[in-house]
């Protein structure tokens, strides 16, 4: 990554001195130095700018500022050879031991996995860059052998990750999250698994996988499951949570979904296999005798609940007026949406509040008072029996944490586009991804940090190689290591 100083126009008689970098075909701006006005300034200003670059080199120094030049005379024995981020290695390596990951049949396995938290790449590039950042060697033949093994050791990761879980952060079974995303792939061909489907990811014209991810409340991965790109959500439900019941044999689990996993098959299979559940309620499409009840029972006041029983297990509905704001500005904008329709119907996208019929084209009044009386309403479906309502809304709230292993594993970890076309090399991709998710979800639990912010701190310590001329014998200087990434090290090994 190299410095540069950047001169551009502000005005007519303005020129903006800047100092940038260029990281992932973007423009990075390091330093603003200033502005001049006249020839004089501007020389005086890229003066400055180059001995900022010269002060602040994008990486650490082999010697301190402070070291006389005399004494920095050793370099003339000695050839440069680049750096090494083994610091990094040995951080996650020890975090993968914790794991038990290395007692997997497959280093190289796991040091994909440091390699997918490091820096997300294909896997033939993974390994150039275990080679240049860490010194680990594999050959493409290596690589080719062992995708088609990993996926046989999806269950025993999953028993290593769940063991974590319990030992760590108290995990009993006792709540499971459970919420789909898709990921897509880079191609236009379909066959069994990859298809076409309903995405997450805006990616509708690209064939796609659909991914089941269970976490803990703390948002800590346990379990996963691939079905093919056309897979309705719902249906996933199911076979993931009873494979994960199954596996690690529970006697009792209750699972947390969207409103997408309800349908009256999936309670009763439920209820059957001795499951409880908290599943979101779409109300828009219950019947008018229940949105009667609702409307008679709900005290119109923040936060307040009521509970109904239905086909589908106890209805609580909750009142909240910050939802109630909210819903209110949507409504009149469909409504407003729905106004101009009606006056020049045919001229815009079919409306939300319309009405249609062979003579004419009018406002729907009976859908918008159905509509109001719901503003600011949410509901929950469960089994659950002796929960306060504020613990089973409480519970569905805490959705929000596979929402962010999701972002984390597309954005950190790129877990998708997918480049890979056998099913077998799918799963060993999504294998890693999950570990990979695994071992970040952990570190950002145990340090309150960011994945990215922890890696950065590992990046601050590099390990300058040094040959010497005349007897080829290599020496390494390693950077000092932060007060803060001690800190860290130290909320890890607790």
Avoid at 102 to 126: G, N, W, Y
Avoid at 274 to 296: F, M, S
Avoid at 351 to 378: H, Q, Y
Avoid at 402 to 408: G, K, Y
Wanted: aromatic share 10%; net charge positive.
């Amino acid at each position: 990554m190299k410095y540069s100083i950047r001169v551009d126009r502000t005005n007519q008689s303005a020129l903006r001195i800047q100092v940038v970098c260029y990281f992932k075909r973007k423009v990075v701006v390091l330093k603003h130095v200033g502005t001049a006005h006249t020839e004089d300034e501007l020389l005086l200003l890229k003066e400055i700018a180059s001995k900022w670059i010269i002060e602040n080199p994008h990486q650490p120094q082999l010697f301190p500022k402070n070291v006389p030049t005399s004494k920095s005379n050793i370099l003339k024995s000695f050839e440069y050879r680049g750096i090494r981020y083994t610091f990094a290695y040995e951080f996650f390596s020890h975090l993968c031991e914790h794991f038990r990951f290395t007692t997997l049949p497959s280093q190289l396995l796991v040091d994909l996995v440091i390699m997918r938290i490091f820096e997300p790449a294909s896997k033939l590039r993974s390994l150039s860059l275990l080679s240049r950042y860490f010194d680990i060697n594999y050959s493409e033949k290596v690589l080719y052998q062992s995708l088609s093994k990993f996926p046989a050791l999806k269950q025993s990761v999953e028993e290593k990750i769940v063991a974590i879980a319990k030992k760590e952060f108290g995990f009993d079974f006792s709540f499971v999250l459970y919420d789909v995303t898709t990921l897509y792939f880079e191609t236009f061909k379909s066959d069994n698994l990859r298809k076409p489907g309903f995405s997450k990811d805006n990616k509708s014209q690209q064939p796609q996988i659909v991914i089941g991810l269970m976490v803990t409340s703390q948002g800590f991965p346990v379990s996963y499951e691939i079905f093919a790109g056309n897979t309705f959500e719902g249906t996933t439900f199911l076979p993931s949570i009873l494979s994960f019941k199954s596996l690690h044999r529970v006697e009792t689990l209750t699972i947390v979904a969207d409103a997408a996993m309800l349908s009256l098959n999936n309670i009763h299979k439920l209820i059957e296999n001795n499951l409880t559940y908290v599943v979101g309620a779409r109300l828009g499409n219950i019947g008018t005798d229940l949105l009667k009840i609702i409307d008679e029972k709900l005290v119109r006041a923040d936060t307040s609940t009521m509970r109904t029983d239905t086909e589908h297990g106890t209805l609580i509905c909750s009142y909240s007026k910050k939802r109630y704001a909210k819903d209110l500005s949507d409504m009149n904008k469909h409504i407003k949406k729905a106004e101009k329709e009606v006056e020049t119907p045919g001229k815009m996208k079919r409306a939300k509040f319309v009405s249609t019929t062979m003579e004419k084209v009018s406002l729907n009044d009976a859908l918008i008072a159905r509509t109001r009386k719901l503003l600011g309403i949410k509901g929950y479906y469960t089994n659950l029996k002796n929960v306060s309502d504020p613990d089973i809304i409480g519970h569905y709230q805490s959705l929000w944490n596979v929402e962010q292993s999701f972002r984390m594993a597309k954005s950190d970890l790129a877990s998708r586009p997918i480049f890979h076309r056998k099913e077998t090399s799918i799963q060993a991709h999504m294998l890693i991804c999950v570990m990979a998710l695994a071992l970040s979800r952990y570190i950002e639990i145990k340090t309150k940090r960011s994945i990215r912010h922890v890696l950065d701190m590992c990046r601050t310590v590099t390990d300058a190689l040094l040959v010497h001329r005349a007897t080829n014998t290599t020496n390494i200087m390693r950077a000092p290591v932060s007060e803060e990434m001690r800190e860290i090290q130290e909320m890890m090994s607790h």
